[in-house]
C-alpha cells in the first residue's frame, strides 16, 4: 500500500504541475500577444512620424524657397533692369544673371577719359541749363573795394571776375495782390462812364489759390506722390499755414474741371485696338458702404495715345468689360463705331480675368508678358539654387534669344510698313528672315518645356514654372502677329508705378469720392505726360481757361483744344516748355 500511495501522490504533484505549466504558458501567451500588439502599435506609429517628418521637410523646402523667392524680390537687384556691358578689366565681376529683358537705360557716354559712366545712365559733361533764368550775384570785400595792408592805398578796380555757375532752387509761396485799372471817360460819347481792366482768370472763382498754386498741388500730389500732410508741412516751411481741409478741398473742384477731359481721354481708350493692362490694390479706410479699410482695386489701360485709370471696388471681369466694351450678357466685343465686327488686343499679365474674356471674345487677342514668365525662371533659381543654377541659366538664355529675335522681327516690319520703302522687296525679304529666326527661337523654347515636362526627378520650382509656361503658351507665342508690340507688358507697369508710389505715401484714399479723383486725375496727367508735355505748364494753360470760362469746365472746341492729339503744334510747343518765371 505504501507503493501505491507513493504512486499516487507523484502523480497528483505531476497533475498540480501540469496545472500550474499551463496556467504559466497561458500567462506567458497573453503577454506575448499584448507585446505583439504594441509593436504592432508602434510600428504603425513609427510610420505615422515617418509620414509626418516627409511631409515636414517637403513643408520645409517650400517655405525656404518662399523665403528666397521673397528676399530676392525684397532685397535683390531687378533681374529685369538692363546693366551696362562690363569692361575687361571688370569681366570678372559679373553676377551671372544672364541677359537683362526690361528696360534699356543709355549705354553710351563715360565719365572723362576713363571710358567709365559715373552712374546709370550717366553722361559725359555737364548738362546744358542755358534755358534757365539767369541771375548775377556780385561779391565785393566789406566796405567796398580794397586797400594795400602795409600803406592803406586803395586799389584801382581792374574787372569782374566769373568764379562759375551753380544751380540754385528755391521754393517761394507768396501773396499775389491784382491791381486791377480803371479809367473814367472824358468824352460825351455813350458809353459807360468808368470802365475797368479784367482781372486774373479764376478756375476756381472764390478759391483762395491761384490758377499756379492750383497745377503746382496737383502735380506734387497725383504726379510726385506726396501725402497730404507732407505738402502743408512744406508749405508751413515757406511761411504758409493751409489747412489739409483747404487744400483736399481745392483738389476736388479741381477734379470737376478735368472731369470732361478724363471722359474724353476714355472715350479714345476704348476706341484703341491695342491696350496694355494692369492692375493694383488701393485702400479706401471710409467707404460708404461697410465698415473699416476696404481694398479696392486701380486699373490702367494704356493705349497708343492715352493712359486711362480706373478704380473700383473689385478686380472682377465686369471692370474690364465696361471699360474696353464687352457685353456683359454674351461676353463678345460691342460692334465698332461702324457697326462692324471690332477687334483688341490686350497686353498683360496671366490674371485670369484677361484670358477670360479672350476666350470668350470673338475677336479679342491676349498677348501675355514675356518679362513675367521670365520671373518664374528667374524665382525657381532663386527657390533652389543648388540643383536649378544652370537650369535657370539655360532658360534665361532662351528667353534673351527670342526677345532678339522679336527686335529684329520688329525693325523688319517697321522697314516693311514704311509708306514707301527704299526696296520693298529687300524689306520683304529681311521680314520673312526675321520671322524665321523668330520661329526658330520659339521652337527651342517649345522643345526644351515639352522635353523637360516629362523628365523625372526635377525639382518643384522648375515643374511650377515650366506648368505656367505651358498653360499661357498660346498668349505667349501670339506675338509673332503682332511683331510691333513689345514682348512685355512693362508699358502698364511703369505707367501704374507712380500710383504705387502715392499709395506708399498715403496709404490710400479717406473715401471713395477721393479715391475715384485720384484716378481723374491720374487718367489726365498721365496721358498728358504720354503727349512729351510738361504738366504744370499744361495744367496752368487748361486752369487759365476754365477761368476765362467763368470757372466751369471746357467743352466741345474749346475742350479739344486742351487734348494732345487734336491740339495745335504752337501750343504743343509752348505746353512743353517749363512754366514762365514769376515776374
Not at 95 to 116: C, L, R, T, Y
Not at 402 to 419: C, E, N, Q, S
Amino acid at each position: 500500500m505504501s507503493v501505491v500511495a507513493g504512486l499516487a501522490l507523484v502523480a497528483e504533484d505531476a497533475q498540480a504541475s501540469e496545472a500550474s505549466l499551463r496556467v504559466a504558458l497561458a500567462a506567458a501567451l497573453e503577454e506575448n500577444r499584448e507585446l505583439r500588439q504594441v509593436a504592432a502599435e508602434l510600428r504603425e506609429d513609427n510610420t505615422g512620424l515617418r509620414e509626418q517628418q516627409v511631409l515636414q521637410a517637403v513643408e520645409l523646402e517650400r517655405l525656404r524657397a518662399d523665403l528666397a523667392v521673397l528676399q530676392r524680390m525684397l532685397f535683390g537687384r531687378s533681374s529685369e533692369r538692363s546693366r551696362p556691358e562690363p569692361s575687361d578689366a571688370d569681366a570678372g565681376d559679373g553676377d551671372g544673371d544672364g541677359e537683362a529683358v526690361g528696360d534699356a537705360g543709355e549705354q553710351g557716354g563715360g565719365s572723362g577719359g576713363s571710358g567709365k559712366k559715373r552712374g546709370p545712365g550717366a553722361r559725359s559733361g555737364r548738362r546744358d541749363y542755358s534755358h534757365l533764368p539767369r541771375f548775377e550775384v556780385f561779391w565785393d570785400f566789406p566796405g567796398g573795394g580794397y586797400c594795400c595792408p602795409e600803406c592803406g592805398e586803395a586799389f584801382t578796380p581792374l574787372g569782374d571776375h566769373l568764379s562759375g555757375e551753380q544751380l540754385d532752387w528755391q521754393v517761394i509761396v507768396r501773396v499775389v495782390v491784382h491791381c486791377r485799372r480803371r479809367y473814367k471817360r472824358r468824352c460825351d460819347c455813350r458809353v459807360p462812364v468808368t470802365v475797368m481792366a479784367p482781372g486774373p482768370a479764376k478756375a476756381i472763382g472764390k478759391g483762395l489759390f491761384s490758377n499756379g498754386f492750383i497745377a503746382m498741388l496737383l502735380t506734387e500730389r497725383f504726379v510726385a506722390g506726396r501725402s497730404q500732410n507732407s505738402l502743408v508741412t512744406g508749405l508751413a516751411r515757406q511761411g504758409a499755414q493751409v489747412s489739409p481741409a483747404t487744400l483736399a478741398g481745392t483738389c476736388a473742384q479741381a477734379g470737376v474741371l478735368l472731369a470732361p477731359l478724363e471722359q474724353a481721354i476714355a472715350d479714345r481708350s476704348r476706341g484703341s485696338w491695342h491696350l496694355h493692362a494692369d492692375e493694383t490694390t488701393w485702400r479706401v479706410f471710409a467707404p460708404k458702404d461697410g465698415d473699416g479699410p476696404a481694398k479696392w482695386w486701380l486699373w490702367v489701360f494704356v493705349g497708343p495715345d492715352t493712359v486711362c485709370f480706373v478704380m473700383d471696388a473689385t478686380r472682377a471681369a465686369t471692370v474690364l468689360a465696361r471699360h474696353v466694351g464687352i457685353d456683359p450678357d454674351t461676353g463678345q466685343l460691342t460692334s465698332d463705331t461702324d457697326g462692324g465686327p471690332r477687334r483688341l488686343v490686350i497686353s498683360s499679365d496671366f490674371y485670369v480675368v484677361y484670358s477670360s474674356a479672350g476666350k470668350k471674345a470673338d475677336g479679342l487677342v491676349n498677348l501675355y508678358c514675356w518679362a513675367h514668365i521670365r520671373r518664374y525662371f528667374v524665382r525657381a533659381g532663386d527657390a533652389n539654387p543648388v540643383q536649378l543654377k544652370y537650369w535657370t541659366k539655360t532658360w534665361l538664355e532662351l528667353i534673351r534669344d527670342l526677345y532678339a529675335a522679336h527686335d529684329k522681327l520688329m525693325t523688319a516690319w517697321h522697314d516693311a510698313a514704311a509708306p514707301a520703302p527704299a526696296d520693298a522687296t529687300t524689306a520683304a525679304a529681311h521680314l520673312e528672315a526675321a520671322h524665321t529666326t523668330w520661329d526658330a527661337a520659339i521652337t527651342a523654347i517649345d522643345t526644351a518645356r515639352t522635353i523637360q515636362m516629362t523628365s523625372p526627378g526635377l525639382a518643384e520650382p522648375a515643374k511650377k514654372a515650366l506648368a505656367t509656361l505651358d498653360r499661357e503658351w498660346d498668349g505667349l507665342t501670339a506675338h509673332r502677329d503682332y511683331p510691333m508690340i513689345g514682348l512685355d507688358n512693362n508699358k502698364a507697369e511703369r505707367t501704374i508705378r507712380g500710383p504705387v508710389v502715392t499709395r506708399k505715401n498715403t496709404n490710400g484714399s479717406h473715401n471713395a469720392d477721393s479715391a475715384r479723383l485720384a484716378a481723374t486725375i491720374w487718367t489726365v496727367t498721365a496721358t498728358i505726360q504720354m503727349a512729351g508735355l510738361n504738366v504744370l505748364t499744361w495744367l496752368t494753360a487748361y486752369l487759365d481757361a476754365c477761368g476765362r470760362n467763368r470757372g466751369k469746365p471746357l467743352s466741345g472746341p474749346d475742350l479739344e483744344r486742351f487734348l494732345p492729339w487734336n491740339a495745335n503744334p504752337e501750343d504743343l510747343r509752348a505746353w512743353a516748355q517749363p512754366p514762365p518765371q514769376p515776374g
